[in-house]
Structure formats: C-alpha cells, structure tokens
C-alpha cells in the first residue's frame, strides 16, 4: 500500500503491524516537539541539507516528502523541514550568484590565464566542446582553476568554429575580458585545434 497518502506517524505503525513487530506503546514516541532554531543555525542547517542534495544529485522534491521530513525531525527535533523543493532551489540560485561575483572579482584582479580546451561527445552523440581556466589566486596564494563548462558546438568543428567559440566564451565570460589575459592554450594536437592560434591571432610563443 502506498505510504506516501498516509501520515508517516500512522504509517510506521503499520509497518510494525505487516512485519510482525512490535511498534512503540506510546504514539508519541514517534513525535517530537519542534524547537525554533536561531537564525544562525538555521541557516548552517539549510546549507548542509543544499550540499547534501547537491553532492549525491538528489531531487529538491524529498524535502516535501512525509518520511524524509520525519526523519530529519529525528535526528535533529529543533529542525523542522516545513519548506518546498522551490525554497532551496532559490538557495541554490542565490548561492550561485555569490559565487559568480566573487569569480568575477578574481578574474578582474588577474594579470594571465591559461586555458586547456577539448572537444568530447555524450552518449547521444551531441558534441560538446570543454574549457577549463587555470591562472594564480592572489588572495589563496596557490594555483587554481575553474571548469568553465562544456559548450554545445554543432559540426562542423573546423579551426575558424572553435576559435569563434573560444573567444566569444573568454571574452564575455561574467563581464570579463578573459581572452585579453590568455598567455597559455593547451589541447590535443588536432589540426583545427592547433590552427585556431593563427585564428585568435595567437602567437605560439605568446
């Protein structure tokens, strides 16, 4: 029978009824009285549940189902899930944009940037064409990088098509003119991707 028209209080009774076990004696043993958290910690609680769904690529939607809800509220009865799946996915939004703006704010900071770039195909044959930017953060004192993305590229993938797409990606990339920091290219040794140089009007020593 379906669980999830039922009240999950109710359901796991009936769940120790159809195995033969013995369910609590007393109801309110699956109850547990909601605390409000403060705001700090709600906000901790809310971030780790974000990461938790974006981690293991789970649906935003658990967060309104009965059972999930009750077992949060077990491990943590100050918690009380009482949000919908579009609640968290504006905090995956908001915190996307953090991160937007603080990247821009880097890459407004750096002197050069090195790219390394490839085409790959999905299973569906769709050709996707992955850029990755490495360059050196002041602020953490070390090397790092981001994957900018993989950018459909419809055939066919000729030197002039790939130096197209690459400066368009770098040149307008979160307001920033990445293209005019490019010191270092790396790719396979294809034909079109060792020819785009000549067609981004990059030299090979540059």
């Not at 189902?65 to 491990?75: A, G, H, K």
């Amino acid at each position: 029978h379906s669980l999830q028209e039922e009240n999950p209080e109710k359901a796991l009774f009936s769940l120790y009824e159809e195995d033969g076990t013995t369910a609590p004696s007393d109801p309110s043993l699956l109850k547990f009285k909601s605390k409000k958290l403060s705001p700090q910690k709600q906000q901790l609680t809310e971030s780790n549940l974000l990461n938790f769904m974006i981690s293991g690529s789970h649906p935003f939607s658990m967060v309104e189902e009965p059972f999930f809800r009750t077992f949060v509220n077990t491990l943590n009865p100050e918690y009380n899930v009482n949000h919908t799946a579009e609640y968290f996915c504006s905090l995956l939004n908001n915190r996307a944009e953090m991160a937007k703006n603080s990247l821009s704010t880097e890459f407004q900071k750096v002197q050069h940037i090195s790219v390394a770039c490839d085409f790959w195909t999905s299973h569906n044959r769709i050709p996707f064409f992955g850029l990755t930017v490495h360059w050196f953060n002041s602020s953490k004192k070390k090397l790092d990088f981001i994957d900018l993305g993989c950018f459909p590229v419809p055939c066919p993938h000729t030197s002039e098509v790939v130096a197209s797409n690459l400066k368009n990606i770098l040149s307008s990339f979160l307001g920033v003119n990445l293209f005019e920091k490019l010191l270092c290219y790396v790719s396979d040794n294809g034909s079109n991707m060792t020819e785009l140089l000549d067609e981004c009007g990059i030299s090979n020593n540059r």
